[in-house]
């Protein structure tokens, strides 16, 4: 499955929460999902997002962990941090501009997505992926997604004046050429909408 690109759609997700499981079941994971998964506002819809980690070009996580446990492979996989070097500081969890690593106290170690590396690497579907019935992760040829979706694919963010391209792409309106999701990126418009500044 090689030359196969991994998109999330958090419109499509219905919330079943099947990736958390799925995730746990990878090999590389010990039981512990690395899916992050919420509501997007709890009090007024249960509209749901799950997200994988997003392997940035240049990882922050990586940059910021002062005992060189975080890895970026020649595929743009970018690894959970390695248990003999990762020290529990947090500076990756507190640095990553999407929120995504995790500190697992059991272990004391970073953990994150590493996209089912021991999967993908041998040409297999990430987890996640594989049991996701609306296809909102997905882990799929770029002309299957050019040929079966409106949206476009994106992978270009902006965190105020930090822009981040990544190895995982999400799913936005055709018209958009890049996300700011920064939250200085965000206005209150009435009393309770909050609407991101498209560009």
């Known amino acids: 499955m090689f030359g196969m690109e991994f998109y999330v759609d958090p419109s499509r997700c219905i919330g079943c929460q099947s990736c958390l499981k799925a995730c746990e079941e990878c090999d590389t994971h010990r039981g512990v999902s690395m899916i992050n998964f919420d509501f997007v506002d709890r009090k007024e819809t249960i509209a749901s997002a799950a997200y994988v980690c997003w392997h ?18 020649e595929d743009g996989i970018v690894g959970s941090s390695l248990k ?42 990430p987890m996640c992926a594989t049991v996701c019935p609306s296809q909102a992760l997905a882990y799929v040829a770029p002309e299957t997604i050019a040929a079966t979706r409106r949206e476009k694919p994106v992978n270009t963010f902006w965190f105020g004046n930090q822009r ?29 909408e909050l609407v991101p500044q498209a560009f």
Do not use: H
């Open 56 to 73: 940035c070009d240049d990882p922050t996580c990586a940059q910021v962990c002062p005992a060189d446990a975080i890895k970026k492979y």
């Open 84 to 125: 003999p070097r990762c020290i529990g500081c947090s500076n990756c969890v507190l640095a990553c501009p999407f929120g995504i690593p995790k500190l697992v106290p059991e272990y004391e170690q970073m953990m994150k997505c590493d996209m089912c590396y021991d999967r993908t690497s041998a040409g297999k579907r």
């Open 164 to 192: 981040i391209t990544t190895k995982v792409y999400m799913m936005a309106p055709a018209n958009t050429g890049e996300i700011a999701i920064d939250v200085a990126d965000y206005t209150w418009e009435g009393e309770n």
